[in-house]
């Protein structure tokens, strides 16, 4: 509008804005990191924040917050005369406030993804608008020449569209809870579990076998593509398998190393090391891998099953109780046993896995809670609280650790975990949450602790279960107020639908 150039190039030139299924924008000798694909990508996991704006996770990472303006108020202000010079400032003030935050994020992350950068082995630019399976593709492309092997060629979109339409596997083993609130919890957890079965079962697309010859691993039999099935491989140590265990030997020599000083660039490097190891499971049921393979992917879920029942049966066989578990942990009650015992059978069990898995100790936890489904009355998978002996409480998949859900809920909620948790009973969390509906029934909260953040990650019609957002963006339809998928996917700015639920 002003004509003013974007020459921020070395060179004079201006920046280059890169257009199709990964949009990014160039400058001519200077690194542009994408900081926001990097977050959203690696990052956003592990927080907390109710989203990933700069606002949320500079709070969360940094203690600092932008600078609260009405955008609507300031647009007008600047369009008049008397208030446009100090408007003006307050505006330049916010950007200014936005770029400190996003140089201090940086900072925060840069060792980070100076480590990933290093280990990939490819430039700072494209490793920050990676994916995962695109790290590990080119770490192992990047390796191939200590194997005397030619890389693969990458897949054509009929071989991808062939490979999406494969019907789905069995994943992960989940043992569903009893609900109820249990005293003196263990919980053992598999280290680096699918990594570690890909390494001692020698699972790559190199040497899967569908017969078995004379010394081949085996997996147990399994349902795959609707047919029973085993899949066997090679004892012959294959190239994916062998570049994955060397990273998890790094990885240990770290930890070790880690254990004698905190130093941050060991940490960075840990976290480069286990992102992508963790990835590399993945990697192999990725339809656009150049090594992919949903037989492998698939046996290593079903290996994975088979050493969790097994797990479980052991820790019965020794007088514990199971209570539940998930993908790699199990958690029993000590009961009348003491932790010593616990660590005996500990050794007992990781005495008879194969080669690098091991069985560690997460922790000994003074109480846990397990809930019931909000449909029945058997046990709610993937959601439970426990607390630790230093008193602090590790919570997944309720509504306090969400993004989905609005502050008075996630308020309430973890009151109510931390009350229950520390003093072993539930009869004054129940009083203050009829206190709390009652101040809800006669509108004494704040609205704004009843804003839900979200975003719609399909069409309004493609919804079958109609969630708070989506029925918040129905009515929107109705008032003709312009929502969709594709409106907010055009419109980069409105990165979440914010959805005021009003006290009816």
């Given at each position: 509008?002003?004509?003013?150039?974007?020459?921020?190039?070395?060179?004079?030139?201006?920046?280059?804005?890169?257009?199709?299924?990964?949009?990014?924008?160039?400058?001519?000798?200077?690194?542009?990191?994408?900081?926001?694909?990097?977050?959203?990508?690696?990052?956003?996991?592990?927080?907390?924040?109710?989203?990933?704006?700069?606002?949320?996770?500079?709070?969360?990472?940094?203690?600092?917050?932008?600078?609260?303006?009405?955008?609507?108020?300031?647009?007008?202000?600047?369009?008049?005369?008397?208030?446009?010079?100090?408007?003006?400032?307050?505006?330049?003030?916010?950007?200014?406030?936005?770029?400190?935050?996003?140089?201090?994020?940086?900072?925060?992350?840069?060792?980070?993804?100076?480590?990933?950068?290093?280990?990939?082995?490819?430039?700072?630019?494209?490793?920050?608008?990676?994916?995962?399976?695109?790290?590990?593709?080119?770490?192992?492309?990047?390796?191939?020449?200590?194997?005397?092997?030619?890389?693969?060629?990458?897949?054509?979109?009929?071989?991808?569209?062939?490979?999406?339409?494969?019907?789905?596997?069995?994943?992960?083993?989940?043992?569903?809870?009893?609900?109820?609130?249990?005293?003196?919890?263990?919980?053992?957890?598999?280290?680096?579990?699918?990594?570690?079965?890909?390494?001692?079962?020698?699972?790559?697309?190199?040497?899967?076998?569908?017969?078995?010859?004379?010394?081949?691993?085996?997996?147990?039999?399994?349902?795959?593509?609707?047919?029973?099935?085993?899949?066997?491989?090679?004892?012959?140590?294959?190239?994916?398998?062998?570049?994955?265990?060397?990273?998890?030997?790094?990885?240990?020599?770290?930890?070790?190393?880690?254990?004698?000083?905190?130093?941050?660039?060991?940490?960075?490097?840990?976290?480069?090391?286990?992102?992508?190891?963790?990835?590399?499971?993945?990697?192999?049921?990725?339809?656009?891998?150049?090594?992919?393979?949903?037989?492998?992917?698939?046996?290593?879920?079903?290996?994975?099953?088979?050493?969790?029942?097994?797990?479980?049966?052991?820790?019965?066989?020794?007088?514990?109780?199971?209570?539940?578990?998930?993908?790699?942990?199990?958690?029993?009650?000590?009961?009348?046993?003491?932790?010593?015992?616990?660590?005996?059978?500990?050794?007992?069990?990781?005495?008879?896995?194969?080669?690098?898995?091991?069985?560690?100790?997460?922790?000994?936890?003074?109480?846990?809670?397990?809930?019931?489904?909000?449909?029945?009355?058997?046990?709610?998978?993937?959601?439970?609280?426990?607390?630790?002996?230093?008193?602090?409480i590790k919570i997944r998949g309720f509504e306090s650790v969400r993004r989905d859900r609005c502050e008075l809920a996630k308020k309430i909620q973890d009151h109510v975990l931390k009350d229950i948790l520390s003093k072993g009973k539930a009869r004054d969390s129940l009083i203050y949450v009829k206190e709390m509906i009652q101040k809800v029934k006669e509108k004494k909260i704040n609205i704004e602790e009843l804003i839900i953040?979200?975003?719609?990650?399909?069409?309004?019609?493609?919804?079958?279960?109609?969630?708070?957002?989506?029925?918040?963006?129905?009515?929107?339809?109705?008032?003709?107020?312009?929502?969709?998928?594709?409106?907010?996917?055009?419109?980069?700015?409105?990165?979440?639908?914010?959805?005021?639920?009003?006290?009816?």
């Amino acid at each position: 509008m002003h004509g003013i150039k974007m020459n921020l190039g070395l060179d004079g030139s201006n920046i280059s804005f890169i257009k199709g299924a990964l949009p990014s924008s160039k400058i001519k000798g200077i690194v542009h990191i994408d900081l926001f694909k990097f977050i959203n990508r690696f990052i956003s996991a592990n927080l907390q924040s109710e989203t990933i704006s700069l606002n949320d996770v500079a709070k969360e990472l940094l203690g600092e917050e932008k600078i609260k303006l009405s955008l609507r108020k300031i647009t007008h202000e600047i369009k008049s005369e008397k208030t446009k010079d100090k408007a003006l400032k307050e505006f330049m003030f916010y950007n200014l406030k936005d770029s400190i935050l996003t140089s201090k994020l940086f900072e925060n992350l840069w060792l980070n993804i100076s480590e990933i950068t290093k280990l990939v082995s490819e430039p700072l630019f494209n490793v920050t608008r990676s994916s995962y399976s695109q790290l590990v593709e080119d770490y192992i492309i990047h390796n191939l020449n200590k194997f005397n092997e030619v890389a693969e060629n990458k897949p054509h979109r009929d071989e991808i569209e062939k490979r999406r339409i494969r019907p789905k596997y069995t994943g992960a083993f989940v043992k569903e809870p009893k609900p109820s609130l249990y005293q003196n919890v263990a919980v053992f957890d598999f280290r680096s579990f699918y990594p570690n079965i890909i390494v001692s079962f020698n699972i790559s697309s190199s040497t899967l076998k569908t017969k078995k010859e004379k010394g081949d691993f085996e997996t147990p039999e399994f349902i795959f593509e609707n047919k029973k099935r085993k899949f066997y491989f090679d004892k012959k140590p294959g190239f994916f398998p062998s570049i994955l265990h060397e990273l998890l030997e790094k990885r240990r020599k770290i930890k070790h190393l880690l254990k004698e000083e905190k130093n941050a660039i060991l940490k960075s490097r840990d976290y480069a090391l286990k992102t992508l190891a963790n990835a590399s499971y993945g990697y192999l049921g990725f339809f656009g891998a150049r090594y992919y393979s949903l037989e492998c992917a698939a046996s290593v879920t079903a290996i994975a099953r088979y050493y969790i029942h097994k797990t479980l049966g052991d820790i019965e066989k020794e007088g514990f109780r199971t209570i539940y578990a998930d993908t790699d942990s199990c958690m029993f009650l000590l009961g009348n046993k003491k932790e010593k015992d616990a660590l005996e059978m500990l050794k007992k069990i990781n005495k008879a896995l194969p080669r690098t898995m091991e069985l560690e100790v997460e922790q000994f936890y003074k109480r846990g809670i397990f809930v019931s489904k909000k449909t029945s009355k058997s046990g709610a998978k993937k959601k439970y609280a426990l607390l630790s002996k230093d008193g602090t409480i590790k919570i997944r998949g309720f509504e306090s650790v969400r993004r989905d859900r609005c502050e008075l809920a996630k308020k309430i909620q973890d009151h109510v975990l931390k009350d229950i948790l520390s003093k072993g009973k539930a009869r004054d969390s129940l009083i203050y949450v009829k206190e709390m509906i009652q101040k809800v029934k006669e509108k004494k909260i704040n609205i704004e602790e009843l804003i839900i953040r979200t975003k719609l990650k399909k069409s309004i019609g493609d919804y079958t279960s109609i969630g708070p957002h989506v029925a918040v963006a129905k009515r929107m339809k109705e008032k003709g107020i312009p929502v969709s998928y594709t409106h907010l996917r055009a419109h980069e700015t409105s990165l979440h639908l914010v959805c005021r639920l009003l006290l009816e």
